[in-house]
T-cell receptor, first 111, second 117 residues
Framework: KNQVEQSPQSLIILEGKNCTLQ??????????LRWYKQDTGRGPVSLTI?????NTKSNGRYTATLDADTKQSSLHITASQLSDSASYIC??????????FGAGTQVVVTP | GAVVSQHPSWVICKSGTSVKIECRSL??????MFWYRQFPKQSLMLMAT?????????EQGVEKDKFLINHASLTLSTLTVTSAHPEDSSFYIC?????????????FGPGTRLTVT
């Protein structure tokens, strides 16, 4: 069964602090892994996309890592800002293009 | 970057009526568009895959006669919720796959909030 599991389910962090979100997957055959940010009441916005040969990719204060051997990915947020409050979704793409979604991690950044 | 728009952004309708939601790729051509539904505090659930010029492919458990999908052009797909009921109230999101590029990236629309009273 293809699954994408994210942890933690939610977290609260102080503005300016760093945090790391985890994603484990059992999806096969794997094409690429994406991280999306979804603000409440909005559609997901792509942060990073990585193929199996890429270990890390950055987008501003967001850095994603991928270990295709252990089937784990992480998203690190550096120097968090209030605008980072959102749901972060890990999405794995199967080789034929279908997306498998994680349940998301709800991040709340407090002043 | 690629932009996908949805219209309307929110709609309230009475039970038994039909509602049409439009999804447009504004600056790229999309041979494939996807329709998702998202309930509160849950992730996106794929409803159907829409290919330009052909019939949509529905996921298991999604009623094709209730959720009518039309993909008439490379930039427009529509989802019509027929005979809507309160349980159809949800957040509907479309995405469009850019047919160019090796990653075949999917770009998501901003979503449409449907409330059926």
């Amino acid at each position: 069964k293809n699954q994408v599991e994210q942890s933690p389910q939610s977290l609260i962090i102080l503005e300016g602090k760093n945090c790391t979100l985890q994603c484990n997957y059992t999806v096969s055959p794997f094409s690429n892994l994406r991280w999306y940010k979804q603000d409440t009441g909005r559609g997901p916005v792509s942060l990073t996309i990585m193929t199996f040969s890429e270990n890390t990719k950055s987008n501003g204060r967001y850095t994603a890592t991928l270990d295709a051997d252990t089937k784990q990915s992480s998203l690190h947020i550096t120097a968090s800002q209030l605008s980072d409050s959102a749901s972060y979704i890990c999405v794995v793409s199967l080789s034929w293009g279908k997306l498998q979604f994680g349940a998301g991690t709800q991040v709340v950044v407090t002043p | 970057g690629a932009v996908v728009s949805q219209h309307p952004s929110w709609v309230i309708c009475k039970s038994g009526t039909s509602v049409k939601i439009e999804c447009r790729s504004l600056d790229f051509q999309a041979t494939t568009m996807f329709w998702y539904r998202q309930f509160p505090k849950q992730s996106l659930m794929l409803m159907a895959t829409s290919n330009e010029g052909s019939k949509a492919t529905y996921e298991q458990g999604v009623e094709k006669d209730k959720f009518l999908i039309n993909h008439a052009s490379l930039t427009l797909s529509t989802l019509t919720v027929t005979s809507a009921h309160p349980e159809d109230s949800s957040f509907y999101i479309c995405s469009a796959r850019d047919r160019s590029g090796s990653m075949k990236e999917q770009y998501f629309g901003p979503g449409t909030r449907l409330t059926v009273t």
